[in-house]
């Protein structure tokens, strides 16, 4: 942007004036040519038009555009929202409308009570649903108890007699190892002995060298 | 006196309210119909280009978003319409037409001596295509800036001041040519 179209829109915004600007571009003949020809158009702008406007009525236009036209006024949505208020009223507040045996009575509580009453009532259900839960599961817990003491007393009785038999058997062994160690004992021992041992006065009868048998 | 804005008037009308419609045309009504009548050169057109701007204005209202003025952003819809008459009628001067302008006010005619220089003005005005002239229109008679003019003519800023400038020199070449003619008549 040349520094004389500066100028000049510094004038078109009105930021000098008019004898400013003519000074600032006197050596620049094609601005001041532009100055005086917008001079020109300015001053005609600057003239009151006289013309009269022609009347055309556009709220015709507006009102079809964006005026809508106003709801009938209908009493049944107050009176659907009286209802509901009464009802919530009435279901909030401590009177209660009974209807029972063909006659309707309209009675007052005090709803504090009540809401009390409520609790204590839950809270005792509560409760005993929470001891009978307790007991329930105490009784489990013992029959649990109890079989499994049972299954352990029958292990530890098999695996007693499993062990006596077991000793029994080792005894037995034992006992006739020995028998037959000691009968060979013998066997080897004193049998012999036995055989050729005779005492003197043996009032058995055993051959001698003599032909005589003793008594 | 307290004036409302015009974002103000809009939200009002866009609720229904036939005042603030009726404010704001009234804020608009007389820029409109001689912008129209400079650019197109009769009063049944000026009229019709009102009608036509206000129609609009009127359906697309809610349109109006604010991120510029409502004046530039009402210009823009009256440019497009002004154009699009302009374009749809290849526009020859009418002497009629400058006739009845000059008739129109023949009293204040006598009292300004520069009314005749006024006359030439505009009638020089009308020798220049219609897009130099339009960009004068909105920069001398309804002052809004280049980049106001280059947002509502869809264009960029340095277009605007380079039509601005070409329309300048033409007119001046147009005023010294016709200062040329009147003299030889003399």
Redesign the interface.
Known sequence: MSNNQQIFELWLDGKISTEQCKTQLQHAPEWLARLNSAMAIRRDANTPEFDAIPVFDSSALFASQWQRPKAKRSWWPQVSLALSCAAMLISLSPAQLQLQDGSLSLRWSNSQSELNAAVESALTTYQQQQQQWLAQQLTLQQQNTNSQLVLLKDYLQDELKRDQRSDMLQLVEHLNQQRQADWQYWQDNYQPIQASYRPDNSYYLTPTTSGVDKP | MFKRSDESLIAK??E?D?HA??QL?SRY??AL??FG?RLLGS?EDA?DL??DV??VL??N?GQYRGESSFKSWLFSIANYRAMDVLRRRKYSEDEQSLAELAD??PA?CQQ?S?KQ??QQ??LQ?RQLPAEQRLI?EL???QQF?FDEIASQLAISSNTAKSRF?TA??K??LQ?EDDHVEQSANF
Request: with cysteine.
């Open positions: 009308a866009l229904g036939q419609w009726q045309v009504q007389s119909y001689y009548l009063k009229n009102l009608q206000l129609m009127c359906r209202l129109d006010s204040l300004l520069s220089q006024q003005v505009r005005l004068l920069k001398f008679y800036t400038y300048l020199d007119l001046r005023l």
